[in-house]
């Protein structure tokens, strides 16, 4: 009999769950004081922890400064991150999946490979951003800055784009015929 096994047997599995979802959350609350210790602290410790994939989905992220910080592949999935400063962050692999970046600035940042399906980034600054090989289906740049981005390769299919600034964008035809209609406009949130 391996360890987990007599573990099991004399915790049970109601208490080995409680207990590794206490873990979870003790975790996300040592990753949340970090972020907000700022870029240098948190970039320190990406840089020791190159294998970690932060879990920071549904947390409130909202007007921080995480210019230039490293959060890729971090799963910010349903985060609150509007009205925060994630110019020239590295987002490359990261899942935001419905995130809220209402009016956040992430200008410059590489978003390459990221998964914004279903997010809300109205009114988001996105100039110069890299979307390369981006998902974004179903993503509400309405009103947003995407001037000279880069969507080479993404998926923009269903995406509102409703006077979203395109100025210098590098966007194919095709990419915007997926997208939706501008009248078309997103549930509300």
Request: hydrophobic share 35%.
């Amino acid at each position: 009999m391996d360890a987990s096994t007599v573990l099991w047997k004399n915790i049970g599995p109601n208490k080995l769950r409680s207990s590794f979802q206490r873990e979870k959350n003790m975790e996300k609350q040592q990753l949340l004081e970090l972020i907000r210790q700022g870029t240098n602290a948190w970039n320190t410790w990406r840089q020791q922890n190159p294998s970690e994939e932060p879990d920071l989905h549904e947390e409130d992220l909202s007007n921080s400064n995480l210019s230039g910080a490293n959060l890729s592949r971090v799963n910010l999935s349903g985060a609150t991150i509007s009205g925060a400063n994630l110019s020239k962050a590295n987002l490359s692999w990261s899942i935001m999946i419905g995130a809220d970046l209402r009016k956040a600035d992430v200008s410059e940042a590489n978003l390459t490979s990221a998964d914004l399906s279903g997010a809300d980034a109205t009114e988001a600054n996105f100039t110069r951003a890299n979307f390369t090989d981006a998902v974004l289906i179903d993503t509400n740049f309405n009103n947003a800055d995407l001037s000279e981005a880069n969507f080479a390769g993404a998926d923009l299919t269903g995406a509102y784009l409703k006077e979203a600034n395109l100025r210098g964008a590098f966007i194919t035809q095709t990419q915007l015929d997926k997208a939706r209609a501008p009248e078309e406009l997103p549930p509300p949130r």
